[in-house]
């Protein structure tokens, strides 16, 4: 088993729609979870980190994490053409240093 | 001017061959990481360094070395290059973390790889 899950994609999405992606994890110690975006060709971006349970908001993101059940998702409200990409979640066990463990990534289409 | 630079962004070589792929930072953060990715595996750690003198090994550091020289540069080397060495290599960069454990890794533009 992974470290990190992810559905590989790709998840195509009509514009203005919600996208669902979901990560899951394997160490149950693991303290903080952040989402990156990655364009083709161009390096990951952190577009939003959670570390206590429940929903964070930022924008159009939502991120919700449940560490009971050891799942992250995020969600993208009112899905737009420039959200095209994939959505790396990464889970970082805390402790001695910042060490992140990545999953393969989830590729969303956005269509028009 | 970018935060964190990657030299070279390309690099075409043969097995054999060593290379080295360099790292520099303008963000004045101490910890500095080497990942690369293939598709469909994400990212995977090969070194990190928490600050000058500080060196680790990550989960695939056979086949890798690293330096170190100064805060802002972390370089990496692949001492005899090997076919399943071509990937998308990534430098990043972090602070320390705040009181809540909040911590923010930067990536530099990659470098894409191909060992013949």
């Known amino acids: 088993q992974k470290e990190v899950e992810q559905n590989s994609g790709p998840l195509s999405v009509p514009e203005g729609a919600i996208a669902s992606l979901n990560c899951t994890y394997s160490d149950r110690v693991s303290q903080s979870f952040f989402w990156y975006r990655q364009y083709s060709g161009k390096s990951p971006e952190l577009i939003m980190s959670i570390y206590s349970n429940g929903d964070k908001e930022d924008g159009r993101f939502t991120a919700q994490l449940n560490k009971a059940s050891q799942y992250v998702s995020l969600l993208i409200r009112d899905s737009q053409p420039s959200d095209s990409a994939t959505y790396l979640c990464?889970?970082?066990?805390?402790?001695?240093?910042?060490?992140?463990?990545f999953g393969g990534g989830t590729r969303v289409l956005v269509k028009p | 001017d970018a935060d964190v630079t990657q030299t070279p962004r390309n690099r075409i070589t043969k097995t054999g061959k060593r290379i080295m792929l360099e790292c520099s930072q303008t963000k004045g953060h101490d910890r500095m990481y080497w990942y690369r990715q293939d598709p469909g595996l994400g990212l995977r750690l090969i070194y990190y360094?928490?600050?000058?003198?500080?060196?680790n090994k990550g989960e695939i550091s056979d086949g890798y070395s690293v330096s170190r020289q100064a805060q802002a540069k972390f370089s990496l080397s692949l001492e005899s290059a090997i076919p399943n060495q071509t990937a998308l290599y990534f430098c990043?960069?972090?602070?320390?973390?705040?009181?809540?454990?909040?911590?923010?890794?930067?990536f530099g533009p990659g470098t894409r790889l191909l060992v013949l």
């Open positions: 990043a960069t972090s602070d320390l973390p705040s009181i809540f454990g909040e911590e923010t890794q930067y």
């Open positions: 360094s928490f600050d000058v003198k500080d060196i």
């Open positions: 990464a889970v970082n066990r805390g402790a001695a240093g910042n060490k992140l463990t």
